[in-house]
């Protein structure tokens, strides 16, 4: 302090007295390295303060490398440059009602105790590599210009509660070692986080309008709620270690998470999405929860997660979804234009993200769990795993598009044992509501005999043979109208089970439908045709040896009288009646007539044998049946290959 060769701190009484006289509001001070007590502080702000009732006027103020033991800035105006770079902050304080006018420097400045500034206005505020060890609160914050807050460490928490970002901010390498409170801000620049820690972030009732930047962040835990952004987030490359929700928040520009890795969960439930997204690619260890959100705009989805939930979701964009190790549950979803949901390959990245986070994949590809309530006429399916899809109460759902290599569940290949006969179930494609619906109570333990039992029981919906005729009958017409013959062959065999075993038809056709079944597998089991058509032979063959065939062949005689004076003579040919056999039945040469004969009735021909009375009703029995059961063969082969 001049002419002093000593500090403000430690002159004496008159000299420092001396020193406040000489101050008047808007002077210019500089205190740098110099220890204020609160009383020493508070006789520098009145000093300079035009009335009890008035704030505090510096010009400019130089506090670099001070030490504030205890301290309050209350209505405090700094007119010009103010410097707090390195100041040490020894205990808990304030700035309450002050106006930094002109640049704010706290380069390096270190807070060891609570620090709130409320009501404060930054003009420029530079806090690069500043300290806080106990909490601090911003509260009612105006930060007018460029804020610079890099390399900032928060050891406890931080609010800032309806603070305004007028310009760029940047926190770039910043690390808060405790929770992070932002609600109510508004930012009208860029604010960036680039490179920064979060041991928990929480951000509500927000905006920003300009791009939020968390670029190759880490963030152990985030919750954003009601927020809205107006411009961009850049989460490229972020690490969110904890769960990380954006719950209620409207994206009206980019939402960019390429390469992002979510150790846990991520909550986009009840968001909207007004712009054109391209979401990933990027890694979840869990869940990604979309309940709720809405896209406005197209959209496409690349990511590698345990499941997808996209509960009562609406798509008004044309949208896609390609996924890996993924299950998607659509139920409830609105889909206004065409989605297609897609598998893809594992990559290595998948490899790296599972080493690095301990995930542990359940499945390569991507399934779908339920489509309930779902209209399927925008939908397109392509390589996705619908083994456990429940169809019940899809609409539209003959519309839907199955694309690639679409799977289902399968009957049981064991072979079971019923009275002590060795059966096996027939192969084909099964939806899992017709697990569900064999496993009821109700079923009789026949029809559940060999099937898996259901990994969990689903409550809320009615299945029966009718629905499940419905499904099955749906899926039919959406291969047969994408010209699939062969793979609706399966879906129509399950609509025809249902019917086989719904009450509500007659008992005679439930047993035509039962005969249809049994001779030909509804048409389409031609081994099952073909061997009824060698057992009908081999009984006809048999029968015709042991009845049909006669002992001997018919001999003829034929008599005839000559008139005595000459004349035209006439004849009568007279053939014996076929006799039944009696010996020597099961010979050689009878067996080669009894297959001609047969072989002839398969293709509706006579075979000119002489047969007995009882031969005659054998052959028209067998160019009754074997012809159609020939037909019911030809007609099972036609429809695995027709194209």
Same mark, same amino acid.
């Given at each position: 302090?001049?002419?002093?060769?000593?500090?403000?701190?430690?002159?004496?009484?008159?000299?420092?007295?001396?020193?406040?006289?000489?101050?008047?509001?808007?002077?210019?001070?500089?205190?740098?390295?110099?220890?204020?007590?609160?009383?020493?502080?508070?006789?520098?702000?009145?000093? &300079?303060?035009?009335?009890?009732?008035?704030?505090?006027?510096?010009?400019?103020?130089?506090?670099?490398?001070?030490?504030?033991?205890?301290?309050?800035?209350?209505?405090?105006?700094?007119?010009?440059?103010?410097?707090?770079?390195?100041?040490?902050?020894?205990?808990?304080?304030?700035?309450?009602?002050?106006?930094?006018?002109?640049?704010?420097?706290?380069?390096?400045?270190?807070?060891?105790?609570?620090?709130?500034?409320?009501?404060?206005?930054?003009?420029?505020?530079?806090?690069?590599?500043?300290?806080?060890?106990?909490?601090?609160?911003?509260?009612?914050?105006?930060?007018?210009?460029?804020?610079?807050?890099?390399?900032?460490?928060?050891?406890?928490?931080?609010?800032?509660?309806?603070?305004?970002?007028?310009?760029?901010?940047?926190?770039?390498?910043?690390?808060?070692?405790?929770?992070?409170?932002?609600? *109510?801000?508004?930012?009208? *620049?860029?604010?960036?986080?680039?490179?920064?820690?979060?041991?928990?972030?929480?951000?509500?009732?927000?905006?920003?309008?300009?791009?939020?930047?968390?670029?190759?962040?880490?963030?152990?835990?985030?919750?954003?709620?009601?927020?809205?952004?107006?411009?961009?987030?850049?989460?490229?490359?972020?690490?969110?270690?904890?769960?990380?929700?954006?719950?209620?928040?409207?994206?009206?520009?980019?939402?960019?998470?390429?390469?992002?890795?979510?150790?846990?969960?991520?909550?986009?439930?009840?968001?909207?999405?007004?712009?054109?997204?391209?979401?990933?690619?990027?890694?979840?260890?869990?869940?990604?929860?979309?309940?709720?959100?809405?896209?406005?705009?197209?959209?496409?989805?690349?990511?590698?997660?345990?499941?997808?939930?996209?509960?009562?979701?609406?798509?008004?964009?044309?949208?896609?979804?390609?996924?890996?190790?993924?299950?998607?549950?659509?139920?409830?979803?609105?889909?206004?234009?065409?989605?297609?949901?897609?598998?893809?390959?594992?990559?290595?990245?998948?490899?790296?993200?599972?080493?690095?986070?301990?995930?542990?994949?359940?499945?390569?590809?991507?399934?779908?769990?339920?489509?309930?309530?779902?209209?399927?006429?925008?939908?397109?399916?392509?390589?996705?795993?619908?083994?456990?899809?429940?169809?019940?109460?899809?609409?539209?759902?003959?519309?839907?598009?199955?694309?690639?290599?679409?799977?289902?569940?399968?009957?049981?290949?064991?072979?079971?044992?019923?009275?002590?006969?060795?059966?096996?179930?027939?192969?084909?494609?099964?939806?899992?509501?017709?697990?569900?619906?064999?496993?009821?109570?109700?079923?009789?333990?026949?029809?559940?005999?060999?099937?898996?039992?259901?990994?969990?029981?689903?409550?809320?919906?009615?299945?029966?043979?009718?629905?499940?005729?419905?499904?099955?009958?749906?899926?039919?017409?959406?291969?047969?109208?994408?010209?699939?013959?062969?793979?609706?062959?399966?879906?129509?065999?399950?609509?025809?089970?249902?019917?086989?075993?719904?009450?509500?038809?007659?008992?005679?056709?439930?047993?035509?439908?039962?005969?249809?079944?049994?001779?030909?597998?509804?048409?389409?089991?031609?081994?099952?045709?073909?061997?009824?058509?060698?057992?009908?032979?081999?009984?006809?063959?048999?029968?015709?040896?042991?009845?049909?065939?006669?002992?001997?062949?018919?001999?003829?005689?034929?008599? *005839?009288?000559?008139?005595?004076?000459?004349?035209?003579?006439?004849?009568?040919?007279?053939?014996?009646?076929?006799?039944?056999?009696?010996?020597?039945?099961?010979?050689?040469?009878?067996?080669?007539?009894?297959?001609?004969?047969?072989?002839?009735?398969?293709?509706?021909?006579?075979?000119?044998?002489?047969?007995?009375?009882?031969?005659?009703?054998?052959?028209?029995?067998?160019?009754?049946?074997?012809?159609?059961?020939?037909?019911?063969?030809?007609?099972?082969?036609?429809?695995? &290959?027709?194209?």
């Amino acid at each position: 302090m001049e002419p002093y060769d000593r500090c403000l701190t430690h002159l004496n009484t008159a000299e420092r007295q001396a020193y406040f006289d000489s101050l008047a509001p808007g002077a210019d001070i500089d205190h740098r390295g110099t220890r204020f007590s609160r009383g020493l502080l508070t006789a520098l702000l009145d000093a &300079v303060r035009p009335n009890p009732e008035s704030s505090s006027v510096f010009k400019k103020a130089k506090f670099s490398n001070a030490t504030f033991d205890e301290w309050e800035f209350a209505r405090v105006v700094f007119e010009g440059g103010t410097d707090f770079s390195e100041a040490k902050f020894t205990s808990e304080g304030y700035f309450l009602d002050v106006d930094f006018q002109g640049q704010a420097n706290f380069h390096l400045a270190k807070f060891d105790g609570p620090a709130k500034f409320a009501n404060v206005t930054y003009s420029r505020l530079h806090m690069n590599s500043a300290t806080f060890e106990g909490n601090a609160t911003f509260d009612t914050v105006v930060f007018q210009k460029a804020l610079y807050c890099e390399a900032v460490t928060f050891r406890a928490h931080v609010d800032f509660v309806d603070c305004s970002f007028e310009m760029t901010s940047s926190w770039r390498q910043s690390r808060f070692e405790m929770e992070a409170t932002f609600q *109510g801000v508004k930012a009208s *620049g860029k604010t960036s986080f680039n490179n920064s820690f979060f041991q928990s972030l929480n951000i509500s009732d927000s905006s920003f309008n300009g791009i939020f930047d968390a670029e190759e962040a880490i963030i152990r835990g985030v919750t954003v709620a009601s927020v809205e952004f107006g411009k961009s987030l850049v989460c490229n490359r972020t690490k969110f270690t904890g769960m990380a929700s954006f719950e209620g928040c409207t994206f009206s520009g980019i939402a960019a998470f390429s390469q992002a890795w979510f150790y846990a969960s991520v909550n986009f439930s009840g968001s909207t999405f007004a712009a054109p997204q391209t979401l990933g690619p990027f890694w979840c260890s869990e869940e990604i929860l979309l309940h709720g959100a809405r896209f406005l705009e197209p959209v496409a989805i690349s990511a590698a997660a345990k499941r997808l939930s996209c509960f009562r979701t609406r798509w008004d964009g044309t949208s896609s979804l390609t996924l890996a190790h993924a299950e998607i549950n659509l139920a409830s979803a609105v889909i206004m234009q065409p989605l297609s949901i897609s598998s893809r390959a594992p990559s290595l990245s998948d490899q790296d993200f599972q080493r690095r986070t301990g995930t542990a994949w359940e499945q390569e590809g991507v399934s779908l769990s339920s489509l309930i309530g779902v209209d399927c006429s925008n939908l397109t399916l392509h390589d996705v795993d619908l083994s456990s899809c429940h169809f019940i109460e899809a609409i539209h759902l003959d519309q839907v598009r199955l694309e690639g290599r679409n799977t289902f569940q399968t009957p049981p290949k064991n072979r079971i044992w019923i009275y002590g006969i060795p059966f096996k179930w027939t192969q084909r494609q099964v939806i899992a509501d017709e697990q569900h619906w064999r496993f009821d109570l109700t079923q009789p333990p026949l029809r559940r005999l060999g099937w898996a039992r259901p990994s969990y029981v689903r409550t809320g919906l009615t299945v029966n043979t009718t629905s499940l005729a419905i499904v099955y009958r749906q899926l039919r017409k959406a291969r047969e109208d994408s010209k699939d013959e062969p793979g609706a062959a399966d879906f129509y065999y399950g609509e025809m089970e249902m019917r086989r075993y719904d009450r509500k038809w007659s008992e005679a056709e439930r047993w035509l439908l039962q005969i249809y079944w049994l001779l030909s597998g509804y048409g389409l089991r031609a081994s099952r045709a073909l061997t009824w058509l060698a057992l009908a032979m081999m009984a006809t063959i048999l029968l015709m040896m042991g009845f049909g065939l006669p002992q001997e062949n018919p001999k003829q005689s034929a008599y *005839g009288t000559i008139p005595a004076g000459g004349g035209k003579a006439v004849f009568e040919i007279n053939e014996e009646a076929p006799r039944n056999p009696t010996s020597d039945r099961f010979t050689g040469g009878r067996f080669d007539k009894a297959l001609s004969t047969t072989l002839n009735s398969v293709v509706f021909r006579s075979s000119g044998q002489d047969l007995t009375t009882a031969g005659g009703y054998i052959d028209m029995a067998s160019r009754f049946t074997e012809p159609v059961l020939m037909g019911l063969a030809v007609l099972a082969i036609r429809g695995r &290959v027709k194209r």
